[in-house]
Structure formats: structure tokens, C-alpha cells
């Protein structure tokens, strides 16, 4: 980066007092987990009780009629797309929808968990935090290798502890292990690496440290440079072929350190920088051994083999210390990051930024997460579960708020769907798979069929701006208005059209099966007089009952998860 | 502008349909519905608005704008005069020699990215390329500040695309509108629907999408359907599109070229109202025969960039419209041994016409044999600000990425003020 801005360069804003608050802070996570944990082993109150009564204290101070609680068809819709990524099928909605038992939502909700397609849905939305869609690095976008290991975690439910130290450890090849892939996005690059880190696996933000000593924040450049540290000796090694891919193994060597030069503004070509010691964010310094005074190393590892580990692993250190259930930020911001991914917005948002100038709303609530989380040894699954068995999680999505994510989270969020959501809804809806298989199609390994992701990703792919928020764009509507998903609109046997044509049903029966098909909810009485009048206005309704399929398809209801 | 018939049938029962739902307490934001036609007569005339001459690979600032005649690194050209006494430029530019009263010629610039897709970017963006970041183009920036809402055309459109960050953090409402180099709509822009279909249709879609807002305010799904308008008020301004009557008044006042027909789209496109319009000409990094190629390149982007200047003129455009011209990198002084000039950022030039700024303005020098800036350097910051500056858009305006404040010129870059009015 060139240039800084001065205007917004604060003088010290850190140094010991923020050292103080931090140990202080970090004693009283400790001693909450401590009260959490003894709960917990009684078995004595649920998670989901703490969040709601935390919420709920919220809307009564502040005077907050909250939204009614959610009807069940919302329900089913929002939480098959939170849980599995996709909308419940015909004959699935209509089940639960005529469900009597009084607590047939927990019961679906346990049962999704069970599905194969929440591993399948959860790895995709965690693979997306850790790469998103245009990841740096050469060889990153082909990581099939590191989704199948991701998908892995997610059906063993390993914990998140576990599988983030394994990546961060990245021990392996990414073909056959998959793991090491996360480093190969930042070769050569340990400055890169490290925002990625501690932004991703803890929720802060040091990126501006890599510049200048944080205008508002208790970072400084060596705090960055501190951290970068760890990376420092990571080299990206090509380890052979396999299957026509690149195995990528993450070596390790024995030297090399960061060098500092001082704030960007007064660095000079050609002033050499002084080495940076390895030290934990806010904590102390690496001990490290010391190699042999005449030690030396090849200045690259030979491409074709598995780089030999080092005497001494700076990058396992961290890995360690990342993950321990002590670690002030860990524990705090996965709870934090999986609580946005549900509730619309993190108890701290942006969930990257926990700082202490970007306070929680609901901060007694957040430190009893992330103490829950460790308690319960960062068992995501068992997490999730409580935050949708919730009542916040349950609130109805319409109302008067006009925020897509509610602040204080009285009404449920609105959120895009992702490409790979709405591909798979849309198959669910127009019955494009039973289509295949009635027609003994070969079945197809491409994720994206049959829409294929360049359409996909590039229509789709990134609905939001750079702060999250969805931005309407035009193209899209080009896509789907213009012929772009014509081909889930078949007429094969067994999809949607073919039902509703050549059924002997009443047309109101047909509309309630249109509906309950693609926005998994029965008409009401407007709208199935509205739509038996669009089916028999003439004599020939095949062209009609197309048009009346693309239309629930595109539409806001089913664009959004409400 | 032809106004197909169906067009009329829905809009009347938009017409419909607004008034009860306002009735009902709901207003949705239909203005635009009822304009199409009247929407470039409405233009206001003094919208500041863009266009972007892309270069692309790199045009050589030596057989363009700063000639070394005589000296070692001076290439095969003559130097002309033009109509600004004292300033020459090459031979191969005898239009732009006699509208030099028109432009500042920047012969100072010092950039920091020497190759193609880095120097694209940069110059689309005015950022180097950064893990994790997806900066907007400029194109992106102008339409988010200058654009109408509720507009019937795109309001960032390329005609033959270079760079591809697009709208970057900024989100798909600022895309561009990517026309072929022939100028053929992207994929997907044209309804194939028969119209009556297309309008029942429509009416349906309206009557979901009225049930859903009753209920849902959501901000999302209120721009989710202007989206949708706007794709489909699209349908109604093709025939901007279609420019081959128009081409035969002035193949000769652009030049019978490509890149004088994409000129003049730009033109029609910036008269209707767009506020960003790039376009594109390739082939110019010519590390092999770099003079042969200059002399094939540069004869007819001149016409066509002379006859620009000239319509946008004789309409009362150019004073509103910014004419940029650039390519991602210069060429070096040095000729190597294939008659070709690699690529070069330490010197080059880039040039500016209209809105905003001065014309008949050379700003910097660079040195004897044109190796480095003699004075003045100018950075892609400082370009970029520059531009931003003379369209009315403040250089310091701030978007965030994260939490990461990006201001739309990077932090510490100068308006180059001597060229601005």
C-alpha cells in the first residue's frame, strides 16, 4: 500500500493500558466458563434459554415490540435453507405443515442435523469464510480435495477446534489431505497470511498494523509483524501429481525471519529491515531453541517430494495457541461467527472485528456463547442446534423493520440466498432431478449442473458490496428473465410442469401444489383465485403454467431467505 | 425510440396497480416507469459524464504525445505542430495535432504496476491488486455517483471490456454492460418472449411480488425488484443499440474503423444519458514492429478520438463530458532488437478533454530521451483523483471494505490542479 492517511492517525492508542484490559478481560472469560461449565454438567439450563432471555431483556429496556414468532411454513423454509442449503421438497412441506405433534420443529430440526446435506451445506458456507470466491494463490480455485476433507469434519462433527488447528497446521498434501490448502493461497506472502488468520480464526483485524501502528486500536506494527513471524518460513511446495492435480504440501524451514522497517511513511529504498521475534497477540514472546551456530539449510525445498519438517515448528506453536480454549479470542469469535450466520448480524459486527471500539449488543450474552462453546468443546453441531431451537432464531421474517439484519434481532433477518442455494431450491422446485432420473439421464458430477457456475457465479456468485449488504443488481434479472434458467423448466416426466399439466385435479389443488412446490407455503385465497384465473383464461394452459413456475422462481419470496 | 406495444398495455396497468397500492399506504418507487420515453429529453444537460479511450497493452508515449526527435530513444516519426504553438506531436496524429486546444496532454506519468494485467487493474481502479480485495473500476465509481436510478440504460457500459474487477466491493448494481468490440449485447440481454406473453407475465410477477412487499419492508427485496425493472426497461432502449444508420452520416467524421463505430455508440450512449462509457482498442503491445503497429493503431483511434471530441462539441456535450485516454503502461525510451519498445511506467503519457478540465495544457516534461520525469510526476493517484475532481466527485469519498476505509483515490494522492478549470 502507498501512502497513509494522516488525518486519521491517532497517537497512541495503545500500549499498557490496553495490555491491563486485555488480561482482565480475558480472566473473566475464564471464570465464566468456569460457572457455564458446572451449569452445563447439571444439565440444568439450555442454551437456548440464555439466548432468548438475553434478547428478550434487550426489547424490554429498549421499549421493542419484537415480530410474532414465525409460522411454520417460514419456519420450514428458513431453517431446511440455514440447515441444508436448500427448500424442503413438495411432499416434505406438505408433511411437516400437517404435522400435529407440539414439538415437531425440534424434531426437524434434529433430524437435519442427521442429513448428509448438512455437512454438505455447512462445508460449503465455511469453505467460502476461508476462501471465498475469488481466493488468491495460484491452484486454489481446484480444492476439491480440501471440500471433501471439510465435508469430513462436518459429518464426523470434529470439533472446530480440532480441524482449524489441522489447517493451520497443514500437515499433508491438499490432494490427498486436503487441509494445506488454506496456506497456499498466501505463498510467499506471511504478511497476507496473517491478516487471514486472525481475521478468519479470531476476529480481529490487524491489517492495518501491516502499515502503521493502528490509528484506533491497541495494535501496533509489531503486534503484525509479531504474528507474521509464525509465517515467515512457510513455503508453498509442489510434492508431485496426482489425478491431473497439483499435490501442494506446506514446508516449513528452519531460518528466516521478518524483517520491520518502520511505519510505510518513513521507510527509504533500500533500508534494510531489523528482524522480528515471534510473539502472541497481546502475550509473550516465542521461546524458541536455539540451532547450531554453524546451521544451514537449502534455500528451497526440491519440488517432487514432501518437505522434511523442521527442527523446531514455529507454525504448529501457533497453531496451539490459536486453539486452546483459553485463547481470549477464539472461542468468541466462532460463537460470534456462527451466531451471524443464523441470525443475520454477529452480537459483534462486522464478526471480524472484535475490538473494543466495536462493542456487542448483547454483550453478557456473547461472553456466555463463546464460554458455552468451549464447555462444550466447540461442538458445532450441538451449537446450532441450540441457536435455531431459539425463539429469536424462530421470530417471523415480516414486519415493519426495514434493516435486512436487525440490530437487536427483533425480527428475522433477510438474506440473499447464495448461488449454490439458489441452484439446488430450484432444482428441489421444479423437480429437475426426478426429471433426470425418469428419463435415465446420466447422473451428473458437475456441483453446478445444469446451470453450470460461470453463469452461476457470475450472476450470483457475490450478491452483496464490500460491508455485506445485498445490492440489486441488473444483470441477474438479465439471466433470469431472459432465458438463462429455461433449462429447470422442462417438461419431463415427473417435474413440476408435467404435474401440474397432467393432473386431474382441480386447478386450486394444482396451485396449492405450485406453491407448497417452490415457496413451501399454501396459497392463500387472493392468490389462488389469481392464479386458477391465469391457468384457464384460455382453453391451452401449457405456455401459462410455465410462465406462472418462472415467476414463483424469480420472485423476492423466493430470492431471499426470510 | 420506438415504444412496442405492449409496453403501453403494462405501463397502463403499472398505472393501475401504483395508485392502489399508494392507496393501501405503500409506495413503491414506479417514477421511472412512466419516463422511458421522455428520459433522455429529460437528461439534464449539465450531468457530468465519462468516457474512457482504453489503450489497451500499452500505446507508446513516444509515437504519440511526447517525441524525442533526434535523439537516440526517438523512434521513426516526425514530429508535427499542432494548433497549440510550440507543442508538437506525431505524425501519425494530424486530427488530434489540430484539437491539442482541446486537451491536456499529461506527459508526466509514474505508475508502479509494468505489466498488463497488474497495469490494468491499476488503471481501472487506481489500486494495485490486494489478496482478498475486489476494487470497483472507475467506470463503477462514476456510475454509483453520476448514475440515475430508475434510468433505462445501464449506467456503466464497455464497449470492447479491458479489466474485469467490474464493480468490485461495490456489488452488482455497478457492473458494467458489456458490449462486443462489434458492439453485440451481452448474453441474456434480449427477451426472445413473445410480448403479450412477456407483459401477462409480467403482471403476474407484479401481483407476487405486491402480495410479498405487504408483508416483508426489507429494503433488499425493494431493490431486488427495481432490478428487475430495470432489466426489463432495458428491453425498451435497444434501438440505442443499433447505430448503422447513424454510422452512414459519420463514418467520415470518425473514420471508417472500428473504433470510430464503438466511438460513436459512445457518443449516442453518453447523449442518452449513461454517465460512464469506456472503449476499447487492443494490440498495442508491440514489443516486436513496434512502429509497424503504431502506424496501423494510430491513424484511425485519432480519427475517431478527433471526431468524438468534435460531435460531443457540436451537441453541447463536451463540456459535460470528461474524455480520458490512457492505456495500462508506456512503451520504453529504448528500442530493442526487434524494432519493438517493452513495457515502461518510471515516464509516459495519458491525455484528458472536456468536463472539468483546461484544454490546451501540456502538464509535466519528462527528461531529454524521455528515461524519467524531468517535472511535475503525476501517479495513478493523482490521476485518478484528478479525474474524480473534474467530474464533481470528491477524491476523498470513502467506501469500506470490512471494516477497511477505501477512499475511490488511494490515501496521499494529489489532484493535479493546474489542469482542472
Not at chain 1, 54 to 81: G, M, N, Q
Not at chain 1, 238 to 262: H, P, Q, S, W
Not at chain 1, 485 to 501: C, E, N, P, Q, T
Not at chain 2, 196 to 213: G, H, K, P, T
Request: charged share 25%; hydrophobic share 35%.
Amino acid at each position: 500500500m502507498r501512502g497513509e492517511d494522516s488525518a486519521h492517525y491517532l497517537e497512541d492508542s495503545c500500549g499498557t493500558p490496553a495490555m491491563i484490559r486485555s488480561l482482565s478481560f480475558s480472566l473473566s472469560t475464564v471464570l465464566i466458563f468456569f460457572v457455564v461449565a458446572c451449569a452445563a454438567a447439571r444439565g440444568d439450563d439450555q442454551l437456548r434459554n440464555t439466548i432468548d432471555s438475553r434478547v428478550e431483556a434487550v426489547w424490554k429496556a429498549k421499549k421493542i415490540a419484537p415480530a410474532e414468532s414465525s409460522t411454520d411454513a417460514e419456519f420450514l423454509r428458513r431453517v431446511y435453507l440455514d440447515l441444508l442449503g436448500t427448500i424442503p421438497t413438495f411432499d416434505e412441506a406438505v408433511a411437516f405443515l400437517d404435522d400435529k405433534a407440539v414439538d415437531k420443529r425440534s424434531k426437524l430440526i434434529d433430524r437435519l442435523l442427521d442429513d448428509p446435506r448438512f455437512a454438505g451445506h455447512q462445508s460449503e458456507v465455511w469453505d467460502q469464510v476461508l476462501f471465498g470466491r475469488n481466493p488468491p494463490g495460484y491452484g486454489t480455485d481446484k480444492r476439491e480435495g480440501f471440500q471433501t476433507w471439510l465435508r469430513k469434519q462436518f459429518s464426523d462433527n470434529t470439533p472446530y477446534d480440532q480441524w482449524v488447528k489441522a489447517i493451520l497446521m497443514a500437515e499433508g498434501n491438499t490432494v490427498d489431505d486436503g487441509a494445506p490448502m488454506f496456506f497456499v493461497q498466501y505463498r510467499n506472502q506471511p504478511e497476507d497470511a496473517t491478516e487471514a488468520v486472525t481475521q478468519k480464526f479470531l476476529g480481529v483485524q490487524l491489517q492495518c498494523a501491516r502499515c502503521h501502528d493502528h490509528p484506533f486500536e491497541p495494535w501496533t506494527q509489531l503486534d503484525f509483524y509479531g504474528t507474521a513471524a509464525f509465517f515467515a518460513r512457510l513455503q508453498v511446495v509442489d510434492a508431485g501429481k496426482k489425478n491431473n492435480l497439483t499435490m501442494y504440501a506446506i514446508g516449513e524451514k528452519n531460518l528466516g525471519d521478518v524483517l520491520f522497517t518502520g511505519p510505510v511513511t518513513e521507510q527509504e529504498v533500500g533500508k534494510k529491515g531489523e528482524p522480528v521475534k515471534p510473539k502472541f497477540l497481546h502475550g509473550d514472546a516465542l521461546v524458541e531453541p536455539e540451532l547450531p551456530k554453524d546451521f544451514e539449510e537449502p534455500r528451497n525445498f526440491p519440488n517432487g517430494m514432501m518437505p522434511p519438517k523442521p527442527k523446531f515448528s514455529r507454525k504448529d506453536q501457533l497453531a496451539s495457541w490459536i486453539t486452546k480454549a483459553d485463547n481470549p479470542y477464539f472461542a468468541r469469535a466462532v460463537a460470534n461467527r456462527v451466531w451471524a450466520q443464523f441470525m443475520g448480524r454477529g452480537i459483534v459486527h462486522p464478526v471480524d472485528n472484535m475490538s473494543e471500539s466495536n462493542e456487542p449488543s448483547h454483550p453478557e450474552l456473547l461472553d456466555e456463547l463463546a464460554s458455552a462453546m468451549v464447555a462444550h468443546k466447540f461442538d458445532l453441531k450441538w451449537y446450532i442446534r441450540e441457536l435455531v431451537n431459539s425463539r429469536v432464531y424462530q421470530l417471523s421474517g415480516s414486519g415493519s423493520v426495514i434493516e435486512p439484519m436487525p440490530a437487536l434481532f427483533d425480527q428475522a433477518r433477510t438474506r440473499p440466498l447464495t448461488a449454490e442455494e439458489l441452484l439446488d431450491s430450484w432444482n428441489v422446485a421444479t423437480g429437475y432431478e426426478a426429471m433426470q432420473q425418469a428419463a435415465k439421464a446420466e447422473p451428473s458430477t458437475d456441483r453446478y449442473a445444469p446451470l453450470g457456475s460461470g453463469y452461476l457465479m457470475r450472476f450470483f456468485g457475490t450478491p452483496n458490496n464490500g460491508v455485506g449488504d445485498f445490492q440489486g443488481g441488473l444483470h441477474e434479472h438479465l439471466y433470469m428473465n431472459n432465458g438463462g434458467i429455461a433449462r429447470l423448466l422442462g417438461s419431463g416426466k415427473g417435474g413440476l410442469y408435467d404435474r401440474l399439466l397432467n393432473s386431474e385435479s382441480a386447478w386450486e389443488e394444482r396451485v396449492d401444489r405450485l406453491y407448497l412446490s417452490i415457496l413451501t407455503r399454501r396459497p392463500t385465497d387472493e392468490e389462488r383465485k389469481r392464479f386458477v384465473a391465469y391457468f384457464t383464461a384460455e382453453k391451452d394452459p401449457r405456455s401459462r403454467i410455465g410462465e406462472a413456475i418462472w415467476v414463483l422462481m424469480t420472485c423476492s419470496e423466493f430470492r431471499f431467505n426470510h | 425510440m420506438k415504444c412496442p406495444n405492449f409496453e403501453h398495455v403494462s405501463r397502463r396497468a403499472l398505472l393501475k396497480g401504483t395508485l392502489a397500492t399508494a392507496a393501501g399506504g405503500s409506495l413503491m418507487n414506479w417514477g421511472s416507469l412512466f419516463n422511458s420515453q421522455a428520459t433522455a429529453a429529460e437528461v439534464n444537460k449539465n450531468q457530468k459524464r465519462c468516457i474512457l479511450l482504453w489503450m489497451n497493452g500499452g500505446v507508446s508515449q513516444f509515437e504519440t504525445f511526447d517525441m524525442k526527435p533526434g535523439r537516440p530513444t526517438g523512434g521513426l516519426f516526425r514530429p508535427i505542430s499542432t494548433n497549440l504553438p510550440g507543442t508538437q506531436v506525431c505524425e501519425l496524429m494530424p486530427k488530434i495535432a489540430q484539437n491539442m486546444d482541446k486537451l491536456t496532454v499529461i506527459r508526466s506519468m509514474r505508475t508502479s504496476q509494468v505489466d498488463h494485467p497488474g497495469g490494468i487493474h491499476l488503471m481501472h481502479t487506481g489500486y494495485s491488486q490486494a489478496a482478498g480485495i475486489r476494487f470497483p473500476e472507475i467506470g463503477a465509481v462514476i456510475a454509483k455517483y453520476l448514475g440515475r436510478d430508475g434510468s433505462d440504460l445501464p449506467n456503466f457500459i464497455k464497449i470492447f471490456s479491458h479489466g474485469n474487477t467490474g464493480a468490485g466491493f461495490l456489488g452488482p448494481k455497478f457492473q458494467p454492460f458489456a458490449l462486443s468490440p462489434e458492439g453485440r449485447l451481452p448474453t441474456f440481454s434480449t427477451s426472445n418472449l413473445n410480448p403479450q406473453i412477456e407483459s401477462r407475465r409480467n403482471e403476474l410477477r407484479n401481483f407476487v411480488e405486491d402480495v410479498y412487499a405487504r408483508r416483508h419492508k426489507a429494503e433488499t427485496a425493494r431493490m431486488h425488484r427495481e432490478a428487475y425493472e430495470a432489466a426489463r426497461r432495458l428491453q425498451n432502449v435497444h434501438d440505442v443499440f443499433k447505430i448503422d444508420d447513424e454510422w452512414n452520416k459519420y463514418r467520415d467524421l470518425y473514420g471508417d474503423s472500428a473504433f470510430g463505430r464503438r466511438c460513436l455508440m459512445a457518443r449516442r450512449l453518453i447523449e442518452e444519458g449513461v454517465p460512464f462509457v469506456e472503449v476499447g482498442q487492443s494490440s498495442y503491445d508491440s514489443h516486436a514492429d513496434n512502429f509497424v503497429w503504431h502506424r496501423a493503431l494510430v491513424p484511425p483511434m485519432e480519427h475517431a478520438w478527433a471526431g468524438l471530441m468534435t460531435d460531443l462539441e457540436q451537441r453541447g456535450l463536451l463540456e459535460h463530458t470528461l474524455v480520458v485516454w490512457m492505456g495500462e503502461i508506456g512503451r520504453t525510451p529504448r528500442v530493442n532488437n526487434r524494432s519493438g519498445r517493452d513495457h515502461y511506467v518510471r515516464s509516459w503519457s495519458t491525455a484528458l478533454a472536456g468536463a472539468g478540465v483546461k484544454g490546451g495544457v501540456v502538464y509535466g516534461e519528462s527528461d531529454l530521451d524521455g528515461i524519467d520525469v524531468k517535472d511535475n510526476p503525476v501517479t495513478e493517484g493523482d490521476f485518478f483523483a484528478t479525474i474524480y475532481q473534474a467530474l464533481g466527485i470528491d477524491p476523498e469519498t470513502e467506501h469500506y471494505n470490512g471494516v477497511r476505509p477505501i477512499p475511490i483515490a488511494p490515501f496521499g494522492s494529489d489532484v493535479v490542479k493546474d489542469v482542472l478549470v
